[in-house]
């Protein structure tokens, strides 16, 4: 199912020398920082920086993920082009 766009008007305000908007609760997003773009027909795209995570934080994260779901699984009725398992001795 594709997620249905969000918009909202907003206010452009001075901020020092500066123009700035506020970004509302809907949109929000994780970081700090966003990389800013204008496109030829001067529609602005605001695209949230992605930065390396250490693996730390990448374990912080999956634990705050929901369980996965049986659902969530493939399957596999007919296993015919998989390849063979290798014999493994223990």
């Known amino acids: ?7 909202q008007r907003v206010r ?6 500066s123009r700035a908007v ?7 997003f994780e970081g700090d ?13 605001l695209v949230p920086d992605v930065r390396e995570r250490s693996p ?4 912080q994260w999956l634990r ?3 369980p996965l779901a049986a ?4 399957d596999i009725d007919d296993d015919s082009d998989m ?5 493994v001795e223990l």
């Open 1 to 7: 199912m594709l997620e249905s766009v969000k918009e």
């Open 12 to 17: 452009v305000f001075m901020n020092g020398r």
């Open 22 to 28: 506020r970004i509302p609760k809907e949109f929000e």
């Open 33 to 45: 920082e966003v990389t800013i773009r204008k496109e030829a027909d001067g529609t602005l795209t």
């Open 56 to 59: 730390k934080e990448i374990l």
């Open 64 to 66: 705050r993920q929901p």
């Open 71 to 74: 659902s969530d699984f493939p």
């Open 83 to 87: 390849l063979p398992l290798d014999e």
